[in-house]
């Protein structure tokens, strides 16, 4: 009996590690989510319940000046897309040092495509609803959803050239902060400085570190975290 349920547990391990190795396997999990997800929310009496449990407490610290993600829609978009993004900078930062981006003619031009995705949109957004109560939505269709654009070009495989993965990626992460600036300015009621500071100060020792020649991850790790 245990010889059974070790080979089909071995097996099962197998399986998905050999569907991670496919280059595939991030698109197909994330087309796969979503069509679930969409499922889930528009059946009629279960739909109400899918979407209330992401937005359930997972415990029940509270603060008015310290705040962490405490739901799982909290956790995915404030704390797990984090590395999401790192790993991301961490591939445009290659590329831009000794990749497809290091001259400044080729970066230059995923800057001024990234510029276009979100002007355009929103100029069309503004011409259709300049003159309605939405009218200050025009910062909405501003963003790339990244995760979305990079799980597309993954279901395509080796069909895809490399440099147009590495462009739709730099395009991608400078339009969300192009984004995440034009909520900054435009949409936050109130500025917290004693988030800022702490991350200011974080910044320069990390910063400080790379200059040095510091080249031990433990050394990064806690401030990064921190940060």
Known sequence: MNSSIKLVTRSVITAIKTFMD??????????GCTIFSLVMANIPGIGEQYTALWHTGLFSFSSTSFHVPETPVHVIN???????????AMEIKR?????ELASVRKSLLPVFAALGGMVCP???????????????GWGIPMATDIAFSLGILSLLGDKVPFQLKIFLMALAVMDDMGGIFTIALFYAEQIHYYYLIPVGILLLLLITMNR???????????????L
Request: glycine share 14%; no cysteine.
């Open 122 to 136: 929103a100029v069309i957004f503004g011409l259709f609803n300049g003159h309605t109560v939405f009218s200050h």
């Open 212 to 226: 040095r020649g510091i080249k031990q991850i433990g050394y990064f790790l806690l401030p990064g975290l921190l």
């Open 95 to 99: 590329e831009i040092m000794e990749g």
């Open 22 to 31: 496919k280059g595939q396997s991030a698109g197909l999990l994330l087309i």
């Open 78 to 88: 404030d704390f797990l897309m984090a590395f999401f993004f790192l790993l991301v």
